[in-house]
């Protein structure tokens, strides 16, 4: 991967960065004010196609009106639907209602849906356009942190059932995201750290220098002044857009190295209840944290390395410990079970990404399960 810190130039009103990929490539535009524009680019990049909004409640009081009277504008808005915020719309019993009022819309094969919000809408609304007509396009206008830097570039879409997250799906590619950095200071604190864990996973995978950036640059990227929280942006998109680039179906392995904190931080949202007992990007947090030491257990990573990593998690207010899940705590033998649950697991071993060092994460595909039991045990029992 290229170094993140000086891979962008930066001080342009807006920066583009291309995902390349055969058939379908296209741009994710990052800069401050863009909705207001949504019409104007729409219209530009796919022309003819009208343009159905897909939102949740939240979002929709915010920034429903900006973008439907830029549509407007270029005549491209056919309507929205509008869906209530939370992990629990991404389900059966949401997107089956949602692909009816995007039909009763009158959204043609020619036509695309535009999902305005975090995560939750990005998959739900890709989701759904993947799927309505066998396949329309979707533009990606994402609202939160972790939807501009992860969820909304990559194509993968989805929802959950009872038996875990994102195990019904598809690839869709968007055909244009626009992430603007502005929306992102009506985001609440919380949610803003949570996005943050995503952004410090880029440097932890491939990118030390941009992690020492972050060291030392996040409470400008946390207050929003100066230009570090776009810069955090454009770093994470790129890099983002260069994993999938490279492994657009998580094949080859690349793409994989984007779950670092995942196994362990899957496992500690299942057993929280996927509630606000404990975040997506605050479990990710742990997990990248727990990566670490480890690695370092395992004679792969520096344990100075560890510290250092569960330094700055710390400094920015995010949890890095088991401990640190309000209520009851989990047992390590429950945290296995979960973890054995989730789509890592192939014939029957857990792939693990572990670290060389802050910057070096790799896929390991036979995890020692005692040493992994152990440590897991140790941990639970850390406060
Ligand atoms: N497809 C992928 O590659 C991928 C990658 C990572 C995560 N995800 C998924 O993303 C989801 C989490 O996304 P998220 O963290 O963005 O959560 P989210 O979509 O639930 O948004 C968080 C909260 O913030 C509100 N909100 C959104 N933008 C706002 C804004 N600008 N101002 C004020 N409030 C705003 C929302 O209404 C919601 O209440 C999970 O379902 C996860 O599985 C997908």
Redesign the pocket.
Known sequence: MRDGATALASGQSETTIEVALPGRSYAIVIGEGLVASTGRRIASALPGARCAVVS????AA??LAPVKASLDQHGLFLGEAVVN???A??SFAVLAPLCESLLELGVERGDCIVAL???????LA?FAASILRRGVRVVQV??????QV?????????I?TRQG??LI?TFHQPSLVLADTG??????PR?FR??YA?VVKYGLLGDAAFFAWLEQNWAEVFSGEGGARRHAVEIGAHAKAKIVEQDEREESGTRAL?NLGHTFGHALEAYAGYSDRL???EAIAIGMRLAFPFSAELGLCPEGDAARVERHLAAVGLPTKIAAIPGTKPMPEELLRLMAQDKKVKGGKLAFVLVHGIGAAFVERDVPLPRLTEFLAKECGRR
């Open positions: 949740d409640r939240n979002v915010l920034y915020p939370g992990e719309s991404k919000g975090g995560g939750v809408i990005g998959d890709g994402p609202t939160t942190l972790l939807a992860d969820s909304a570039i990559g194509g993968k879409t989805g959950d997250k994102n799906g929306v992102l200071s009506t985001l609440a949610e949570a996005g995503e984007l975040l997506h990007g």
